[in-house]
């Protein structure tokens, strides 16, 4: 039994020494790969960093664009409209520098372009650091991006009409709609219409057109083409940055909305949108439309108020601004109710723009400063246009 022993120990022998130099040939490997990775961590933190300033150079290229925009009366501004020749550094001619904290010196170049409606300018930015200098050893990095600013046209502005529907409208007997004492934003008719307009008994239409008379061609226009209506109705980027903005304003609803003595809603922008939320289609159904009355003693509201869907305003209310319905829009008042501004009803599901009011003034009268500006409650600057600023790989 102790010879067994003895042998099997024997064999053995020597069996440490080689685990050993495995263990340490292991041991080395991985110090090995430690050593490669903590020499290109370095690199590769460095090549983070020269990314992240680059996508913030850009940034700052966008900012200097909307900037510029907004001050076209500024040395380093930039005219409105844009001019047939863009100038340097806006037509990404130069590279713009911004010094880096801490990482020398970098700096971006921008292009601005006219974009859609007149309104609109397309932005490219891109963010380079430390350089673009071809000649310039130095490792580079740069990033891309594409965006659109736009700025919130007012109706008022560029609609021929005091009262703008698409579709049909009915004037009740003994309403009016008068467009001739403010000429501020033009002159402008007192009704117009891709539909019919049904007068009743003393209904009057006046528009600026020089003299007295009521219902004559100058005064309002019907069967008009429905596209006229696209050089001046709010566009669905318009609608979608109004919507933030009432959003972040605390004046956004859904649904059906009443309005009155007790629950007039803040001046300013009031955004009112489909049931869903979702933007109005030929597949929209009628359940999913806004719908909003503000009526009774209601006082008087002054601003904007966009309705994703129907409005209707009654009783003794008030409107001093934009009244923006995308379906119908019926006014039905008395006393001292009306609205001082303008009226959009764009129809889009079918609806019709009906006029009723019992005695007192004109149901409506165009007044340039409450449609536009909602007697200075409101006031939009150049914006990013929402869904518009991407990033793009070269």
Same mark, same amino acid.
């Given at each position: 039994?102790?010879?067994? %022993?003895?042998?099997?120990?024997?064999?053995? &022998? @020597?069996?440490?020494?080689?685990?050993?130099?495995? %263990?340490?040939?292991?041991?080395?490997?991985?110090?090995?790969?430690?050593?490669?990775?903590?020499?290109?961590?370095?690199?590769?933190?460095? $090549?983070?960093?020269?990314?992240?300033?680059?996508?913030?150079?850009?940034?700052?290229?966008?900012?200097?664009?909307?900037?510029?925009?907004?001050?076209?009366?500024?040395?380093?501004?930039?005219?409105?409209?844009?001019?047939?020749? +863009?100038?340097?550094?806006?037509?990404?001619?130069?590279?713009?520098?911004?010094?880096?904290?801490?990482? =020398?010196?970098? =700096?971006?170049?921008? %292009?601005?372009?006219?974009?859609?409606?007149? $309104?609109?300018?397309?932005?490219?930015?891109?963010?380079?650091?430390?350089?673009?200098?071809?000649?310039?050893?130095?490792?580079?990095?740069?990033? &891309?991006?594409?965006?659109?600013?736009? /700025?919130? &046209?007012?109706?008022?502005?560029?609609?021929?009409?005091?009262?703008?529907?698409?579709?049909?409208?009915?004037?009740?007997?003994?309403?009016?709609?008068?467009?001739?004492?403010?000429?501020?934003?033009?002159?402008?008719?007192?009704?117009?219409?891709?539909? %019919?307009?049904?007068?009743?008994?003393?209904?009057? +239409?006046?528009?600026?057109?020089? $003299?007295?008379?009521?219902?004559?061609?100058?005064?309002?226009?019907?069967?008009?083409?429905?596209?006229?209506?696209?050089?001046?109705?709010?566009?669905?980027?318009?609608?979608?940055?109004?919507?933030?903005?009432?959003?972040? /304003?605390?004046?956004?609803?859904? =649904?059906?909305?009443?309005?009155?003595?007790?629950?007039?809603?803040?001046?300013?922008?009031?955004?009112?949108?489909?049931?869903?939320?979702?933007? +109005?289609?030929?597949?929209?159904?009628?359940?999913?439309?806004?719908?909003?009355?503000?009526?009774?003693?209601? =006082?008087?509201?002054?601003?904007?108020?966009?309705?994703?869907?129907?409005?209707?305003?009654?009783?003794?209310?008030?409107?001093? @601004?934009?009244?923006?319905?995308? $379906?119908?829009?019926?006014?039905?008042?008395?006393?001292?109710?009306?609205?001082?501004?303008?009226?959009?009803?764009?129809?889009?599901?079918?609806?019709?723009?009906?006029?009723? /009011?019992?005695? @007192?003034?004109?149901? +409506?009268?165009?007044?340039?400063?409450?449609? /536009?500006?909602?007697?200075?409650?409101?006031?939009?600057?150049?914006?990013?246009?929402?869904?518009?600023?991407?990033?793009?790989?070269?």
């Amino acid at each position: 039994m102790k010879e067994g %022993t003895a042998a099997v120990l024997g064999n053995q &022998r @020597g069996v440490a020494i080689p685990l050993a130099l495995i %263990t340490l040939l292991v041991l080395a490997s991985l110090l090995l790969e430690l050593s490669a990775m903590s020499a290109t961590e370095p690199s590769i933190a460095a $090549n983070q960093l020269r990314s992240a300033q680059a996508a913030a150079l850009a940034d700052a290229g966008l900012e200097r664009a909307i900037w510029a925009l907004a001050h076209p009366g500024s040395a380093q501004g930039l005219a409105d409209p844009l001019p047939a020749v +863009i100038p340097s550094p806006y037509d990404g001619s130069l590279l713009v520098p911004v010094t880096a904290a801490g990482a =020398g010196r970098g =700096g971006f170049r921008l %292009t601005v372009a006219p974009g859609g409606g007149g $309104n609109e300018r397309d932005i490219v930015a891109v963010g380079w650091t430390p350089t673009d200098d071809p000649g310039d050893a130095r490792a580079k990095a740069h990033h &891309r991006l594409v965006a659109t600013i736009m /700025r919130i &046209r007012a109706p008022a502005d560029a609609a021929p009409c005091a009262l703008c529907a698409l579709g049909d409208l009915e004037v009740a007997a003994g309403a009016a709609a008068d467009a001739r004492d403010d000429t501020t934003c033009g002159a402008k008719l007192g009704a117009w219409t891709s539909g %019919t307009a049904v007068m009743g008994p003393g209904a009057e +239409i006046w528009g600026a057109d020089g $003299n007295a008379l009521s219902n004559e061609p100058g005064d309002i226009a019907q069967g008009q083409p429905a596209e006229r209506a696209d050089a001046w109705a709010f566009t669905s980027g318009e609608l979608a940055a109004l919507r933030r903005l009432a959003q972040s /304003r605390g004046t956004y609803y859904r =649904g059906s909305v009443a309005f009155d003595g007790a629950s007039l809603p803040k001046d300013g922008l009031v955004f009112v949108d489909t049931v869903s939320g979702a933007p +109005i289609s030929d597949v929209t159904p009628d359940t999913d439309l806004a719908r909003v009355v503000v009526g009774g003693g209601a =006082g008087v509201f002054r601003g904007w108020m966009i309705v994703s869907g129907t409005l209707e305003i009654s009783g003794s209310a008030r409107l001093r @601004g934009l009244a923006y319905a995308l $379906n119908g829009f019926a006014y039905r008042g008395a006393g001292p109710g009306g609205v001082e501004g303008q009226v959009v009803a764009r129809g889009l599901r079918g609806g019709v723009t009906v006029i009723q /009011r019992m005695g @007192g003034g004109p149901a +409506i009268r165009f007044d340039c400063a409450a449609a /536009r500006s909602g007697d200075g409650l409101i006031s939009f600057g150049w914006m990013l246009k929402p869904g518009s600023y991407r990033e793009l790989p070269d």
